[in-house]
């Protein structure tokens, strides 16, 4: 009773470590990631893919009104899992940086750069007291000095980057089948084709183009691109994972 009384006492304040060196808030903002959709980022030679899982909670939801992908700027895109309101945030924030980047210095700002802006806005909500850490992961993805880069920023705020990942629920499973199948080589056409699969993993190894989000940043052209639900519905088509209109039922987001 005792040592659940003294946890309690740690999980009350972001600014106190527990005596096992754990910071209780932190912990549990990543658990706030578990429960959103999953967001799967990929780097191939020919550019960046990322792709969401946008469930709809009712059929009487506008679909435009869920957003999971967003653009930070022309050469950067941006997936969340985890709070939608504290991606927002983020993604503002983000975006600010990017542009404050090209008044001041007259180019656009790198990926990395960018990552750590955010993960150390991110960080100081783990310091100050009477805040609490955004509940939400983001990958952050896009082309840099030519070449594609990919990075996850954390509750904690820390940066990590990445040559495939995901965030969300059924990471674990997500990661697994990610680990199996990515390819070094691969062209931006069979990094769209390990996403979707790597999602239909986790869904009963069929999609419907309605429920997926998906954007690529092309090493071509260093240019933010979404890929319309007629072109995901090719894709689906092509690679055997579209599902049957029969199937479809009830879904929820987070």
């Given at each position: ?10 999980d009350?304040g972001?600014t ?8 209780y808030?932190v ?7 578990k ?5 799967i980022?990929?780097?191939t ?7 969401v899982?946008?469930?709809?909670r ?6 435009t ?7 930070a700027?022309?050469h950067?895109?941006?997936a969340?899992?985890?709070?939608v309101?504290d ?5 503002d924030?983000?975006r ?5 980047n090209?008044?001041?210095y ?6 990395e750069?960018?990552?750590?802006d955010?993960?150390?806005h991110?960080q100081?909500y783990t310091q100050v007291g009477?805040?609490?850490?955004f ?21 904690s705020g ?11 629920a ?6 697994d ?8 080589g691969?062209d931006?056409?069979?990094g ?9 993993e986790?869904n009963?190894?069929e999609l ?5 989000g998906?954007?690529t940043?092309?090493t ?12 995901v ?16 039922g ?5």
């Open positions: 009773m005792q040592g659940q009384n003294q946890q309690q006492a740690y009350r972001i106190i470590f527990s005596p096992d060196g754990r910071l808030q912990e549990y903002a990543r658990e706030a990631v429960r959103g959709t999953a967001s980022g990929i780097r030679a020919g550019g960046v893919v990322l792709a899982d946008k469930r709809i009712s059929p009487l939801m506008e679909r009104s869920v957003e999971k992908i967003h653009k700027d022309d950067i895109g941006i969340s899992a985890g709070h309101a991606a927002r945030q983020l993604i924030f983000a600010r940086n990017a542009q404050v090209r008044l001041r007259g180019e656009p700002i790198g990926v750069t960018l990552t750590k955010v993960t150390d991110i100081q009477g805040a609490r850490p509940g939400v992961a983001l990958i952050i993805g896009g082309i840099e000095d030519g070449e594609p880069r990919l990075y996850e920023t954390d509750p820390t940066p990590y980057e990445w040559k495939a990942l995901a965030v969300g059924d990471r674990g499973d997500i990661e089948h990610l680990e199996e199948n990515y390819e070094e691969a931006l056409e069979g769209i084709e390990l996403a979707l699969r790597a999602l239909a986790v009963d190894g419907r183009p309605e429920s997926i998906m954007a940043i092309p071509e052209t260093e240019s933010f691109t979404e890929v319309t639900d007629e072109e519905d090719e894709y689906l088509d092509e690679f055997d994972l579209l599902a049957d209109e029969e199937d479809a009830d879904e929820s987001d987070e």
